[in-house]
Each structure stands twice: as structure tokens, then as C-alpha cells.
């Protein structure tokens, strides 16, 4: 049969592919660098929490065998990370040191006890629960509250300070999240709108609905793939500029918390790009005719 001059054949239109992938990869990556810093303050916070110390200072009758043995016994309580023995000669040796004077000179004895440094796990650094600590300590290990020693004020201060800005920063990251499925979302509908002539004629030859979405989906996990690992290898590109600038940050990083947040990205592009997928094949597969113009 001739072609009827005058009428062009209908081309099959295919989705801008590229442009949805760069675009959600885009997006995927601001996410993940939100993420990033999210992290690097966790663990920027845990560290300086950690590094807060809780001292128990012993009488001048105790013998550095009885101390040590309360040492083993309270490297096992569950809120401690370690725990430090320091001899009353060190503790004489670092008070010179810092006041440059020696008291042992007047006195004809060294008047400073053993003791020892205690550094907690970093959920157990707050007013709440270094009130527990203390108390157990008592309770348990037979202390005075005048030998337990710490900066209350300081651990106010770090908790609270450092749990206001925490919550800012997650906040800012929910955002960002919002953000970023809305965009995806949109991308994917405008990718999806050069096929609405194409989903409608499938369905007025009889295909079901199942069968006209499932390629769509499918390619959607592909793309929504190909996005978080393009965002993904930018996330590692910065991270590692950022690494020569500062190469301390690497003292904050967690390999397992980083293979949560790659696997993440990369789970949440296949996910919003399968879910938009699908509600935009739909949306034009329920459309009435007129309403496709």
C-alpha cells in the first residue's frame, strides 16, 4: 500500500533519559554532601564528648595495687571507653608543668593523690547521664561525691550547644530531602510528557495497564541507579578534595556509616525515580483524550 501523500508517519518519541538521570544525579548529590556534613558533625561531636574526662581522686593510704584493681573493675561498666591511671607522681610531675612550681618544696610530702581519668562513650555525655555515672560510681565503687571531679558546666554546655546546632543541621537535611523528591519528581513527569500520545494509544489497542507501565518502571530503576552512582562518585570526588585540605577529617570518618549513606542514595534515586515513574505512566494512562493536549 502507497503512503498517502501529505501525512507524515508518527514517530515514536522516547523519554529525554539523560537529562531525568543528570538532573536526579544533581539532586541525589546535594543530598548526599547534606549527608556528609551531617556525619562528619556526629562524629566531630562524639569525638570532642569522648574526650571529656571524669576523675576519681583516691586517698593518700590507698596502694597503686587496690587502685588498679578498681581500675579492671570499672573498664567493664558499659559507659566507659577507658579509663587512665595517673600515680600521684604523675599527677605532681603535670602540676609542675603547668604552674611551674613545685608544692612538694614546701611541704616536704607530694600532697596530690592518684586518681583515675575515666572517658565515657559519647551518649553517656550529658548532665542526665553523668548524674547516673556519678551515682553508680558512689553506690557501687564505695566513692564520695568530693572525689568525683568533672566539668558540669562544660558537658552542659557541649550537650546542649552541640544538640541545638545538630538539630539545625537535620533539619536543613529533611529539607533538602523534600526538596530533592519534588525535583526528581518533576524532572521525571517532563521526561514522561513527550509519551503521553504513546501510553494512550497502547491502552486503545487493548494492552493492560501492567504491561504498559512495567518497561517504564523498569528503566526507572536503571536510571534511578545510574543517578545515585554518578552522585555517589561526586560525593567521593569532594570528599577526597576535601581530604588535602583537611587531612584530619579522616580522624571523623566511619567506613560502615559511609557505605549506609552511599547505599542510601543510590536506594532512594531507584526509589523516587521507580515511584514518579509510575504515578506519571498512570496519570496520562487515566487522562481523557482532550485533557492530553
Request: with cysteine; glycine share 4%.
Amino acid at each position: 500500500m502507497s503512503k498517502r501523500i501529505g501525512i507524515k508517519t508518527p514517530k515514536k518519541s522516547k523519554p529525554s533519559y539523560l537529562n531525568a538521570i543528570l538532573m536526579t544525579g544533581i539532586v541525589l548529590f546535594v543530598l548526599g554532601i547534606s549527608g556528609m556534613i551531617y556525619l562528619h558533625f556526629k562524629a566531630f561531636t562524639n569525638l570532642v564528648k569522648e574526650n571529656i574526662q571524669l576523675s576519681v581522686y583516691f586517698g593518700l593510704s590507698k596502694s597503686e595495687i587496690e587502685i588498679k584493681q578498681i581500675q579492671k573493675r570499672i573498664e567493664t561498666e558499659s559507659f566507659v571507653k577507658s579509663c587512665q591511671y595517673i600515680s600521684a607522681d604523675d599527677a605532681l610531675q603535670e602540676y609542675i608543668s603547668k604552674y611551674n612550681e613545685d608544692p612538694e618544696q614546701f611541704l616536704d610530702f607530694n600532697p596530690l593523690p592518684a586518681s583515675l581519668d575515666l572517658y565515657l562513650n559519647a551518649e553517656y555525655v550529658n548532665p542526665d547521664s553523668m548524674a547516673v555515672v556519678e551515682q553508680l560510681l558512689m553506690d557501687k565503687y564505695h566513692f564520695n561525691r568530693s572525689q568525683i571531679k568533672t566539668d558540669r558546666d562544660l558537658v552542659y554546655s557541649i550537650d546542649h550547644d552541640f544538640g541545638q546546632a545538630g538539630l539545625i543541621i537535620g533539619g536543613v537535611v529533611i529539607i533538602l530531602l523534600i526538596i530533592v523528591v519534588l525535583m526528581i519528581d518533576s524532572s521525571i513527569k517532563l521526561a514522561m510528557y513527550s509519551n503521553r500520545f504513546l501510553l494512550r494509544n497502547m491502552l486503545l489497542v487493548g494492552a493492560n495497564r501492567s504491561f504498559i507501565t512495567r518497561p517504564y518502571t523498569n528503566r526507572a530503576l536503571l536510571n534511578g541507579l545510574l543517578s545515585g552512582l554518578l552522585a555517589d562518585m561526586a560525593i567521593l570526588a569532594t570528599l577526597y578534595a576535601a581530604r588535602n585540605y583537611f587531612p584530619d577529617i579522616s580522624l571523623l570518618q566511619d567506613l560502615s556509616l559511609w557505605v549506609i549513606l552511599f547505599a542510601s542514595v543510590i536506594t532512594l534515586g531507584m526509589f523516587i525515580s521507580w515511584l514518579s515513574t509510575y504515578r506519571a505512566v498512570n496519570r496520562y494512562l487515566h487522562m481523557k483524550l482532550e485533557e492530553l493536549y
